[in-house]
Structure formats: C-alpha cells, structure tokens
C-alpha cells in the first residue's frame, strides 16, 4: 500500500536562504509523486510531478525535487527562499498508473520566511 | 477562465441541517473527487467519479452522498450535518485515461463551520 510522510510540519528559513522540505514515500511499484503548495485560504497549486522520467524534476517559482529510489525520498527544494514562498506544501502519491488513480496526501509541511 | 469553480466559499450550519456543496469543471476532465483537509491531516477522500453516472467511496465517505449526472458537475451533500464535518471541502478534476499524468486541478475550496 502507499504511504507518504513528511518529515517536518513546521519548517522556517530565513529570506535568500535555501529551503528543504522532506518526503519519504511507501510504494510496492515505481510511484507517480507530487508536490501541491496551498497559500493561506486558496486552493492547492501544482508545483511539480515525477512520473519515472528523470529523477530530478523542476517545478515552477525555481522549486524542485529529486526522487531518490534508494531512499524512499523525493524531498523538495528551493536554492533561495522569497518572502512570496510562505504557504504549505503537500507531499502526494498516487496509488496507480492511471492518470485518474486515487492520490494519497501527506499531512503537510508549513513554510515559513524570516524577513 | 477554466478551471474547478466551487460554491459556496463559507458555509455556516447548525447540527441536523442538510446542504449541497457544488463543484463544476469546464475541462472535459473525466475523474472529479471531493477531499476534506483538517488540521495536521492533509487531505482525506469523501468520494470521487470516474466518469458520469459513477461515483464511488474515498476514506472517509460517511455523511455525505455524491452523484454524477454530468460531466461537468460533482455536487457534494450533507445529510444531517454534525459538528465533526466542520472542515475545508476541496474538489479536484483531471483527465482520465492511462499513461499520461496531468496532476489534479483544485478548487479554491469550501470552508464549511457547523455549530
């Protein structure tokens, strides 16, 4: 069965500093992965997918993510954070190959930046 | 502009009352479903549709009834609401079909309080 945790509910980085926000998956076959960014009271933006083309994925606003199958891992990253990045961001799974499967959410990371 | 459109945004009840929470898409998109985020939880799946005239049960489908009879409708209703259904009520469509991933389309959501 899929599974996906996110390792930090709370993670605040200064302004122009990078950003790590980690993902750990559980998945019986090769995983279609996602990562959703939420603004405070809107709804869920697409930031990036990995679909078992290249490991390392570039989303939009200069994030992100390398799928690790060593590890389990497809942690997301920004090499300098803006004051505009402040929102949550949700760690997705896919339980299928179809592109109508069901997606499983990780519980969420909250990112905050420091003037 | 396209996209998922859900009404109401805020929603206030009192315990025992019924509503419907609408969701339409002008994307073609075959697959719909319905999530609820609370708090540390992410998003869980009430129902979703892989087509018209079929619906079927997420993870956490009690209280809540879905019906397709569009394309582009999924509305959501409440049976008798409870206090515990207090949350934020997402709908996301993508195109169905296999192989090819187009992520989830969301709407702004539905921030739905029963006293």
């Known amino acids: 069965a899929q599974s996906v945790t996110q390792l930090d509910s709370h993670v605040s980085v200064s302004e122009g500093t990078p950003v790590l926000l980690r993902c750990n998956y559980s998945?019986?076959?090769?995983?279609?992965l996602f990562w959703y960014v939420q603004h405070p009271n809107k709804g869920l933006q697409l930031l990036l997918k990995?679909?078992?083309?290249?490991?390392l994925v570039k989303g939009i606003n200069g994030f992100e993510a390398e799928f690790k199958k060593s590890e389990t891992s497809f942690h997301l990253t920004k090499p300098s954070a803006h004051m505009s990045d402040a929102a949550e961001y949700f760690c997705?799974?896919?339980?299928?190959?179809?592109?109508?499967?069901?997606?499983?959410f990780g519980s969420g990371t909250r990112l905050s930046i420091r003037p | 502009n396209a996209g998922v459109t859900q009404t109401p945004k805020f929603q206030v009840l009192k315990t025992g009352q019924s509503m419907t929470l609408q969701c339409a898409q002008d994307?073609?998109?075959?697959?719909m479903s319905w999530y609820r985020q609370d708090p540390g939880m992410g998003l869980r799946l009430i129902h979703y549709?892989?087509?018209?005239?079929?619906?079927d049960q997420g993870e956490v489908p009690n209280g809540y009834n879905v019906s397709r009879s569009t394309t582009e409708d999924f509305p959501l209703r409440l049976l008798s609401a409870a206090p515990s259904q207090t949350s934020v009520y997402f709908c996301?469509?993508?195109?169905?079909?296999?192989?090819?991933?187009?992520?989830?389309?969301f709407g702004s959501g539905t921030r739905l309080t029963v006293v």
């Open positions: 549709s892989v087509g018209a005239g079929i619906t």
């Open positions: 990995y679909t078992s083309a290249a490991t």
């Open positions: 996301a469509s993508t195109p169905g079909g296999q192989g090819v991933d187009y992520g989830y389309t």
């Open positions: 998945s019986s076959y090769s995983p279609s």
């Open positions: 994307m073609n998109h075959e697959y």
């Open positions: 997705v799974v896919k339980k299928g190959y179809s592109s109508a499967s069901k997606i499983i």
